[in-house]
């Protein structure tokens, strides 16, 4: 614990200090002009890069004429880079044409590698039973119980995605999972709630053992208590009280262990796993993969679940680190990874993209104005070929709360293009010194989850699961409980 917590204070000072290149809005570029604070000896160095160089730069990439900040700047960033290599030890499973179906490219990277890893865990801690929260329309629990013979509960908050899943399970008739609308946060309520919703469905994985469900098209007895059970936490869920489902056809026996899992989990999702992990005796082990931490839950000027950790929010008040929006909106871009691999034609698009949204946000501001979209979307990527084509498109599908007409607003867009076009080079500097900080703001948030739950005495690890040029959010907290 150590070392993580002299981990977190290198991350920590680094943040700190060059919190002007995160600390803003992307849409308000020209208004808050983040390139001022750029130190001006980095300004030639950084302008300057060819597109091998721009793309190199997260990965230490420095020349030795440069000034000495911007490479101990450069250096020590990467130097504090969690390792995001696919481990060799899990070997990712195999899926048949028919386990595949509905699953894109990516979602069939993510579930081979994600079921091997959770297979792994679920043998070294003598589980059978996988809790995967956030199942979505089921794919990861259908692989677990054909390719790795494992019981799955999948909990999932929108009840059409459990309908869904329903339809895929009962294609095949599949006794050994069940699909449960379950919303999990870390109220008291909750936590009852999941005891037994939870307890009720090994009751029913029991049954279904002993009675032998029959193959014969229909829900049997045990499906039908299934979606009894739905109905009742779901009308918990909804009045606030505990759920009492015990009378649902549940026989007293000794609980199972289980394996609680997520993929992607997003928001406050993961925090409220670690807190069922710590506090439900028969979860016996975890393993998560977060995402958009942005949308963690902010109370006032605080997040209510970042910091977690003691030794984190110590770091935090000690240096004045304060989590924004932009700050964890960071952590959940896109790897290093995919910047590698941009051309300049793609440079340009971004560049281009970027300040025209901004010169727009400008214009509104300095007009004291608003712009409403009148259709979901506004502009496509070929809108950002050039500023003409995005300022006609824009004004087609947007409307302006001030009386001027829509030539005057297309007038003074084109004089604010003329007087900052000479900033839009700016743009993918402040960019990649941003995508050298984001695995550092994401190493932050999820170091601070390993460390809360070695402050509750428990093991924990961090294991690259994915490819991140293939799927950015590729780290895994797991852990086996210590009894």
């Known amino acids: 614990m150590e070392e993580l917590s002299f981990c977190n204070k290198r991350l920590v000072e680094i943040l700190v200090d060059n919190q002007w290149m995160y600390n803003f809005q992307v849409t308000r570029f020209f208004i808050e002009e983040p390139w001022k604070s750029l130190p001006p000896e980095w300004r030639e160095d950084l302008l300057n890069l060819t597109t091998e160089e721009l793309n ?93 013979g494992l019981k799955v509960i999948g909990l999932e908050s929108k009840s059409t995605h459990t309908s869904g899943a329903d339809k895929r399970l009962f294609s095949e008739n599949n006794e050994n999972i069940m699909n449960v609308t379950f919303e999990m946060n870390d109220s008291e309520d909750s936590l009852s709630n999941f005891n037994t919703l939870i307890s009720s469905c090994l009751e029913k994985f029991k049954k279904a053992e002993r009675e032998k469900v029959p193959d014969d098209g229909n829900l049997s007895s045990s499906w039908s208590e299934v979606h009894s059970l739905n109905s009742a936490v779901r009308n918990s869920n909804e009045n606030g009280n505990g759920a009492d489902v015990t009378g649902i056809g549940v026989e007293n026996s000794e609980l199972d262990t289980c394996l609680l899992i997520g993929l992607h989990c997003c928001g406050d999702l993961t925090p409220a796993m670690l807190r069922m992990y710590l506090e439900v005796t028969f979860v016996k082990g975890l393993c998560c993969v977060s995402c958009c931490y942005h949308r963690m ?140 900080l984001q695995p550092l703001i994401e190493r932050l948030i999820i170091q601070d989850r390993v460390l809360w739950l070695l402050e509750n005495g428990q093991n924990a690890y961090l294991m690259p699961v994915f490819d991140d040029a293939i799927s950015p959010r590729n780290i895994a907290v797991c852990s086996m409980k210590i009894n």
């Open 56 to 148: 190199s730069l997260p990965f230490g990439y420095v020349q030795d004429d440069w000034t000495e900040s911007l490479r101990k700047y450069i250096s020590s960033a990467t130097e504090l880079v969690l390792p995001r290599n696919l481990s060799e030890e899990i070997q990712p499973c195999t899926l048949t044409s028919e386990l595949k179906r509905g699953m894109n490219p990516k979602k069939q990277h993510e579930v081979r590698h994600m079921a091997a890893l959770v297979s792994d865990i679920a043998t070294k801690t003598g589980c059978d039973v996988v809790i995967d929260v956030g199942s979505g329309l089921g794919y990861l629990g259908h692989v677990l119980s054909t390719v790795y």
């Open 297 to 436: 839950t902010k109370h006032g000027s605080k997040y209510t679940h970042f910091p977690m950790s003691r030794d984190t929010e110590a770091t935090l008040s000690k240096f004045d680190l304060r989590p924004t929006i932009p700050f964890l909106r960071l952590a959940a871009q896109e790897t290093r990874a995919r910047w590698k691999t941009l051309s300049e034609d793609s440079h340009q698009s971004h560049t281009n993209a970027v300040a025209y949204r901004a010169l727009l946000e400008l214009c509104a501001y300095k007009e004291n104005t608003e712009c409403n979209k009148l259709f979901r979307r506004i502009a496509t990527a070929k809108d950002f070929a050039d500023f003409e084509s995005y300022v006609d498109k824009i004004l087609s599908r947007c409307e302006f709360t001030s009386r001027q007409g829509k030539e005057s607003i297309k007038d003074k867009l084109n004089l604010l293009y003329e007087e900052y076009k000479g900033k839009f080079p700016y743009i993918e500097v402040i960019t990649v010194l941003q995508v050298i």
